[in-house]
Structures are given as C-alpha cells and as structure tokens.
C-alpha cells in the first residue's frame, strides 16, 4: 500500500537541473562565508523580504513552551495534500521549478546535487522591531535535487554528504569566532567544542507528510538557528544537570539490549523502553558527543546509514498499519544532550489523555523492536 502523498511510478522523474542549481549558488560552500557574512545573505535575500514573519513571540508560563506567531506562513505553498482518487495530478513541485531562494551550500551527488539555501517563508529574521520579537536565522537543506530522492533511497556515499553539509551548516553558525547575531549568548555551562565556545542553537528537523507539517514532497531538513535555547534543549540540559551523565550516555547505559535496531560500529539505533507511539526510534554515537561537526567522516557515515534504516522502515510500516507515511525527525545537538536524533511517525494521535502527560501507547517496544527488525532484514 501506497501513502497517498506517494509520487506514482508513471510520473515522470522530476529536478532541478544542474545549470539551474549552479545558476542559484551565491557561495559554493559554507567553507567560504563567515557567520556574520551568511546573516547578510539572508537578509538581502528578496524573496525573503517579501515574506517576512510577524516577528510576535510568547512564552506558556506553566511549561517554557515557545509560541512563534506567523500568519504568512498560511501562504506556504503545498503540493502534498491528498486530492480525490478521481482528481488525484501529480501537482507542480515549487522546487524542481526553481522557484527557490538563492544558495549559500551545494555539493554534487552520485545524481545532481544537494544544497542549502534561506527559507522563502522564515518563521525567524535577524532583526524585528517587537518588543515581544523572536530573532534567528531559518535555512532549508533540499537532501536532493532530484525530487524522489530522499535518504530511504540514495546511495551511502550521497547520504553521508548530505549529513557533513549539514555539519558544516552547524559549524559556521555554533562556532563563529563572533556571534552571528548580537543576542546569541555561550551555551549553559560554558560548554565548548573542540575547545572553542558555542553561541546560539541550530535546530534541524525533517518533516515529512501534511499531517506531521510538512508543505512540500520534495525531500528536505530544515534548520533554524536562534539565540534562544529551545525548550527540548532546555529539557537535555536539565537531565544533564540531574544526572550527570547526557541524554545519548544515559540511553547507552539503560536502554535494554533487546531494544536494540542496529550496532553501525560507531553508532546505535534503537526503540527506547520509553517509546511514546508505535516505532519511534533514537539514534546516538557510542562516544559522547555534542554536535554534528564533532563527529568523523566515518561516523557521520554511520549516522547516516542510521537515518537511512529508520526512515525506510518508517516508510514500510505505516502504510502496512493502513496510514499516511508522515513522520518528524529532531537532532538534539544541544548542551547535555549528548547528541542524538529521534524519529517520530505519525503512528497513534495525540489526545486529551497526553495533553495531561499521560501518554498511552498503542504498542509494546518489544512488538515495535520485532516489526522494525523484520523489515529492516527484509530489505537488507
């Protein structure tokens, strides 16, 4: 069974074309633009200006909850909300049109290429006027020009590309030698990477599928840097501070063997005994680390092979379960997380019982460990 925001196979292939995509590029690589200099680019960027977010921001008192306001994002265009059976067309991709901002990454692939540029619809901006205002920076990372491919089905090579430029995104802004925006303040702590300290955080997360907030079916990440800790990395800092091990090093000390997906060498995949809905997943290094950018090329190899597994396999059950592949994916990189990265399908809805804390879970982490394994063998 197909998801119905599935391409079908008698479409024919769709991209943006290598000319289009060099013709877009402002710098070939992060390697060649300082932080302040991308802050710059993305404020220059018209597409942007005509675009921007309100700006407004509150905060819940009872939990630290952030509430950006964006009433221009309802302009946001889609092309994967299901038609009709009998009016379902394979919609125009905004993307593969070139209808995109201008590029401040790219590196080739085996087929075309991968690259970064500013979000044409930015939940974020450098500067706001407000006083209740929410500054930051908001980037997207398309895994691929080419439309259909995303990391359930391209190459290792292609994937562990993808993985470093979004590490290299993270470098430029976590580890400037200045802050990119004035406001950005050194992680609690002072925590410090390879010796340098951190200022800000780079939130990355995949949302894939209309029902999880996903606008486009083009594969992509998005990645939106802010001087201020997100409540999920307040959480990871917390635990740290009460325990005084990292989310990843505690996860490696107590989640069970027999939750375990798969051993990359460097990396491990894994259903924890905690697991919220049906097949979430966590993956996290062996060693402690706290960035992207901190990982090897052997790692971050591994940790693509990871995202790999979980997607496709993400991928296969939802739809044997007779639901819409849609599904999150969060890179905890901040202090005290230890990194780590969960993988959140839309399994089971959130009701009122959850709103009160009380999660119940339509699934034992056994019977999920069981699932995933098989499928995951079967397309070994």
Not at 29 to 42: I, K, P, R, Y
Not at 148 to 157: F, I, S, V
Not at 324 to 351: D, M, R, W
Request: glycine letters at 8%.
């Amino acid at each position: 069974m197909r998801g119905m925001n599935e391409q079908t196979s008698s479409q024919s292939p769709r991209y943006l074309s290598d000319d289009d995509v060099k013709k877009r590029i402002q710098t070939a690589s992060l390697a060649e633009v300082t932080a302040a200099e991308l802050v710059a680019l993305f404020m220059q960027e018209t597409a942007v200006q005509q675009h921007l977010p309100d700006g407004r921001c509150q905060q819940d008192p009872r939990d630290g909850a952030i509430i950006l306001y964006n009433e221009v994002r309802n302009r946001r265009p889609h092309d994967n909300k299901p038609d009709a059976p009998e009016t379902a067309v394979a919609k125009p991709c905004p993307i593969c049109a070139g209808n995109t901002t201008k590029i401040v990454d790219a590196a080739p692939l085996s087929q075309g290429f991968t690259f970064i540029n500013k979000n044409m619809y930015p939940v974020v901006y450098p500067v706001t006027e407000r006083d209740d205002g929410f500054v930051g920076l908001h980037f997207l990372q398309w895994t691929s020009s080419h439309h259909d491919a995303d990391w359930h089905n391209m190459p290792q090579a292609d994937r562990a590309t993808v993985l470093a430029r979004l590490a290299a995104l993270e470098q430029t802004l976590l580890l400037a030698d200045a802050p990119p925006l004035p406001t950005a303040e050194a992680w609690p702590g002072g925590w410090r990477s390879g010796g340098r300290p951190v200022h800000g955080y780079l939130g990355i997360f995949k949302n894939y599928g209309y029902l999880v907030g996903g606008s486009l079916m083009h594969g992509h990440q998005q990645m939106m840097y802010s001087p201020t800790l997100p409540p999920a990395f307040a959480a990871d800092w917390a635990f740290y501070q009460a325990h005084g091990k990292s989310v990843a090093a505690y996860l490696r000390d107590e989640n069970p063997e027999a939750l375990l997906l798969r051993d990359y060498g460097e990396m491990v995949l894994c259903v924890p005994y905690f697991m919220k809905r049906p097949y979430q997943m966590l993956l996290f290094p062996k060693q402690d680390r706290t960035l992207l950018s901190e990982l090897t090329a052997a790692e971050l190899a591994m940790m693509a092979d990871g995202w790999h597994d979980a997607i496709r396999a993400i991928r296969t059950l939802l739809p044997s379960m007779g639901r819409e592949i849609a599904y999150n994916v969060v890179v905890h990189n901040g202090p005290g997380a230890g990194l780590y990265v969960e993988f959140l399908p839309y399994s089971q809805e959130t009701g009122g019982m959850e709103h009160l804390g009380w999660w119940i879970c339509q699934q034992w982490p056994e019977t999920a460990v069981a699932d995933l394994r098989r499928v995951l063998d079967n397309q070994a």
